[in-house]
């Protein structure tokens, strides 16, 4: 059985966990490097949008907190599937302005440059997009650790155990400790706090 927490340890965690995100998001926007833009702006946007949906204010609930990262983790997920996919364009020799557009045009980024990006002897390029995977990767074990201190806190999930890996990159897996519950309840009850917080 997975150790639980109370709810005084779960809010103590989790305004922690909210000062963490609040650092992420100083950080992507200290960034300021214009050859990057649509991608900063887009990995900002995401990350203000999935802080606003945490609850915050208030005696705040465990199954409400679970539900909104449990949806989030989806989104994290996507973006750091673009910051990769963007440094293996720069990798084969793809133009940026292009690639930028292309991604925009395929609604993975919110803006482009319209073809306006001709400066392709960009130095240290490759180096700055890994520095974003570097903090995005953050964004995410924060969001898995709001999480799993979340599902501590709920009774219903005493049987479940969650392991956040960190390398090559940060996932959250669960497993079920004792008999208590089946692989099939398992599923249900995570999926199900998806769904409902879509509704």
Known sequence: MTESHTQEEFELNHKNQLLNFEK???MLKS???SDLRPLDNKLVETLETIFGRIPKNGRVQPED???QAMQSLPEVDSQRMIIENLLEAIKRGDKLGETVDRYQSLGLLSEGFGGNKTDETLTGLGERIVKRKGIWNLVGLTLMQLTVNA??????????EPIITIAPVPGLSFAIKGKGMSFYDLYT???ENIILSEK
Do not use: A, E, H, P
């Open 24 to 26: 992420l998001i100083i």
């Open 31 to 33: 960034l300021n490097d």
């Open 151 to 160: 599902l501590k806190t709920i009774s219903k999930f005493g049987q479940i």
């Open 189 to 191: 009850n995570l999926t």
């Open 65 to 67: 907190v679970f539900r």
